[in-house]
Each structure stands twice: as C-alpha cells, then as structure tokens.
C-alpha cells in the first residue's frame, strides 16, 4: 500500500509532536489497515489521526518463511493473517521482542517478533509460483533444506544456472519453482485449485495452512491482482457485483461468492473451491451443498462479484 502524508507539500510534524493525549481517528479508519493505536499513529496519518506522537516507521524485511501477524503483543494470542518471507514491512515500534508494524503488501497493520525480521532490505527480483519449494544450502536436491518457501514468498536473486538460483545472502532455489517479478499466472482460479486439501488454518497464507480469503488473496496475487486480505474487504473492494437468479444460473469461473466472514470461488457454473471451517480443508463441491449447509447456520449470500480482465 503507498501512503502519502496528507500534508505533502508541508512542513510535516516532527515524531513526538502531541497535539492530544490519546491516539483517536477524526473519522472512522480501519485499524487493520491503518497504524494507529492509544500512544502512536504513523506520521502518514498526520491529519487523520490525533495522537499523542509519531513515528515515520523504519523499512524491514521478513527473515523467516511466514510469520504469523497479530494485533496484540501476545504470543499465545490468535492471528489474522501472516507475513511471509522477503516480504517488506515499515516498523513503528519495537519493544520487548516484539515490533508494530505495517505490511508493505497489503497494508495490514500487527505485531511480528522482532527476530523474525531484518533491517537489511534486498530488492525482490522473483518469487515463489510453486505451491512451495525448498531453499538448500547448496546447489543439491539431496542437501537438508534450510527452510520451507510457501507460494508468493518474495525472493532476491543473484544467478541462474538454469537448475537452481542462488539467492542474495546465500540459499538455492530449485529454478523452475520461481520466477521473475512482472510475470504472473494467466488463472487464479487454477491457482487456488492447485490448493485444494491445504489445511485450514484462520488467518493462514501458506499451503501450510489457509483461510477462505488468504486462499482468494494469494491466488489473486499469483495472477498479479492485487487484492485486501479479509473478506469483507475483498466484497466492498474488488470485482463488481453480479445479480444471479435464485437458480443461479449464470455464473462464470472466477466469479467469487460472499457470505458474512466468509468468501469462494466458482470454478465453473456450480463448483466452489473455497478453505472451510466444516471440512476443515480446501475443497471443490458444488454451490447448492455449501449454501444449503452455509444456509443452516443462518447465512445467505450476501453478493457475488465478478473480476474484470
């Protein structure tokens, strides 16, 4: 997400200015994607924000394949979404291991163990297409793995051999489990169906484990779409709404089908690929079987949304 200070063009508040005592949007800002919390706002919500200081944020990087990103300094807390490897992060705060911080990706705004990142920055030039991959410490498929890469991880790289690349800071990545920034895969559907009997996991982003909107958000993301992480911000933001009749008839592969907290995608017509809490797992049934299970705890589908090419 680019911020841009509403006063550019300004002289801006210097961090530490306290024009109030306690941090209050003056008007409704989604704390998920915006930094600002009792004692601190990022110095780009001067204007929209009265806190009692600033702070400009520092540029890290993810060091670790994915790090769970959780709104409070608790590690036995629950989390919403995680940040994964080379992804880079503007940290506000750092206090007792722990570091408050804005995913650059997405904008979603949380607490990351402060080990988990690093204050050397690298370009991205790749990134992970396979659902995942291993990096080695050599060259060798037969070496023990370092670490485990999920799709989407963020690679810097230095050489191709054709076979492995070799990555900036050290670590090889089999080469035809990546590939160059800019290019991306002609479905997302197909993505997400790649995905199917990944584990589901609430606020997951890896093959590890995945949620229904980080499975719509990395496969949007595999196809260079840029999409928000939850799914009520995927439905009020992406797509335009499709009206269906009760027999649904008309509906197109990629549409997306919304209830309250929840989202899928239609792989055709009538099957819907979508990570739930009932199978626990990634799975592709038929439309008529997920509402009418959806439909027995109380909820319909509250829109549909169809991508624009």
């Keep these: 997400?680019?911020?841009?200070?509403?006063?550019?063009?300004?002289?801006?508040?210097?961090?530490?200015?306290?024009?109030?005592?306690?941090?209050?949007?003056?008007?409704?800002?989604?704390?998920?994607?915006?930094?600002?919390?009792?004692?601190?706002?990022?110095?780009?919500?001067?204007?929209?924000?009265?806190?009692?200081?600033?702070?400009?944020?520092?540029?890290?990087?993810?060091?670790?394949?994915?790090?769970?990103?959780?709104?409070?300094?608790?590690?036995?807390?629950?989390?919403?979404?995680?940040?994964?490897?080379?992804?880079?992060?503007?940290?506000?705060?750092?206090?007792?291991?722990?570091?408050?911080?804005?995913?650059?990706?997405d904008g979603y705004v949380g607490y990351l163990p402060a080990d988990t990142l690093t204050p050397e920055v690298r370009a991205v030039t790749h990134r992970v297409k396979a659902q995942g991959t291993f990096v080695y410490p050599v060259a060798d498929i037969k070496a023990p793995p370092l670490m485990h890469?999920?799709?989407?991880?963020?690679?810097?790289?230095?050489?191709?051999?054709?076979?492995?690349?070799?990555?900036?800071?050290?670590?090889?990545?089999?080469?035809?489990?990546?590939?160059?920034?800019?290019?991306?895969?002609?479905?997302?559907?197909?993505?997400?169906?790649?995905?199917?009997?990944?584990?589901?996991?609430?606020?997951?982003?890896?093959?590890?484990?995945?949620?229904?909107?980080?499975?719509?958000?990395?496969?949007?993301?595999?196809?260079g779409r840029a999409a928000p992480r939850d799914s009520d911000m995927q439905q009020a933001e992406i797509g335009s709404n499709v009206l269906v009749p009760e027999n649904l008839d008309g509906l197109e592969r990629g549409d997306l089908v919304f209830w309250k907290g929840h989202v899928g995608i239609m792989a055709d017509g009538l099957m819907l690929v979508h990570a739930n809490a009932h199978h626990m797992k990634v799975v592709v049934e038929t439309l008529p079987d997920a509402l009418a299970r959806i439909a027995r705890s109380g909820l319909h589908v509250a829109a549909i949304k169809r991508l624009g090419t």
């Design 149 to 223: 890469l999920s799709i989407n991880a963020r690679l810097s790289v230095v050489d191709d051999d054709g076979r492995f690349v070799r990555l900036e800071g050290g670590g090889f990545v089999y080469a035809r489990h990546v590939t160059e920034v800019g290019r991306y895969e002609r479905d997302f559907v197909e993505v997400a169906e790649r995905l199917v009997d990944t584990p589901y996991l609430w606020g997951g982003k890896t093959r590890v484990g995945l949620d229904c909107s980080g499975l719509v958000q990395i496969a949007l993301h595999a196809a």
């Design 1 to 105: 997400m680019t911020k841009r200070p509403p006063y550019e063009g300004m002289p801006g508040p210097p961090v530490g200015v306290v024009p109030a005592t306690d941090a209050r949007a003056l008007a409704p800002l989604d704390p998920r994607r915006h930094a600002f919390r009792s004692d601190l706002a990022a110095q780009a919500l001067f204007g929209k924000v009265n806190a009692p200081r600033y702070a400009s944020g520092s540029r890290q990087q993810v060091a670790r394949p994915a790090v769970p990103l959780r709104r409070k300094p608790i590690g036995m807390l629950g989390f919403d979404t995680e940040a994964l490897f080379g992804e880079v992060v503007t940290v506000y705060d750092e206090s007792e291991g722990w570091a408050w911080v804005q995913l650059d990706h």
